[in-house]
Structures are given as structure tokens and as C-alpha cells.
């Protein structure tokens, strides 16, 4: 089973910028579509950006030309560029395969507050 570990979450001010990382076991990454997801305090998860393994991406509306999805196969890895934060882009972030998805990680935890 793949094993996936978020990182690069923080405290950050209104405006400001996040990288957050998804390192995935296994040597078939490349293979798959990834998505990074978020999930804030009372609320469901909801899906935030999505790349396909050729590196075609698509955004939820909220973060578009905000946030950037990138991927680096060699490294098993799967970025979150974050710029222009708010104040509602505070939640837990995670990432996973497009489907079916894997066990869940620990996510990171990105606050915007000033």
C-alpha cells in the first residue's frame, strides 16, 4: 500500500505564500493522477486542484490562478504552490490519487490569519 506524508503547512499572514509537498511510496507514481484536497473545521473535504500523470491540471474555482499543482515523478512528489492566501484557505491539506484513492495521510495544516 502506498504511503503518503504532506508537509510544508504553517502559520502564515493574509497574502502570503505556502509550497506544500505530498512524498508518495512506491515506484508507480508517474502513473497516476494526483489531487490535493483540503478540509476546514466543521466542513467537508473538498477537492482544490487535481494533475493528470502527463501534467495536464485543473483547479477548483476558489483557488484558480492562485494555487499551482506541479509534480516531480522522480521524486515521487506532488506540489501545492500557494500565493494570495486568505483567511479561507485555512484548513487541512492532503493529497491522494485520483481514484480510487489510498489510505489517507496525516495532511499538513495551513492557517491564514493575520
Known amino acids: 500500500q502506498v504511503q503518503l506524508v504532506e508537509s510544508g503547512g504553517g502559520l502564515v499572514q493574509p497574502g502570503g505564500s505556502l509550497r506544500l509537498s505530498c512524498a508518495a511510496s512506491?515506484?508507480?507514481?508517474?502513473?497516476?493522477?494526483m489531487r490535493w484536497y483540503r478540509q476546514a473545521p466543521g466542513k467537508q473535504r473538498e477537492l482544490v486542484a487535481a494533475?493528470?500523470?502527463?501534467?495536464?491540471?485543473n483547479y477548483a474555482d476558489s483557488v484558480k490562478g492562485r494555487f499551482t499543482i506541479s509534480r516531480d515523478n522522480a521524486k515521487n512528489t506532488v506540489y501545492l504552490q500557494m500565493n494570495s492566501l486568505k483567511p479561507e484557505d485555512t484548513a487541512v491539506y492532503y493529497c491522494?490519487?485520483?481514484?480510487?484513492?489510498?489510505?489517507w495521510g496525516q495532511g499538513t495544516q495551513v492557517t491564514v490569519s493575520s
Open positions: 491522494n490519487r485520483a481514484y480510487p484513492p489510498w489510505d
Open positions: 512506491g515506484s508507480i507514481f508517474k502513473i497516476y493522477a
Open positions: 494533475i493528470t500523470s502527463g501534467g495536464s491540471t
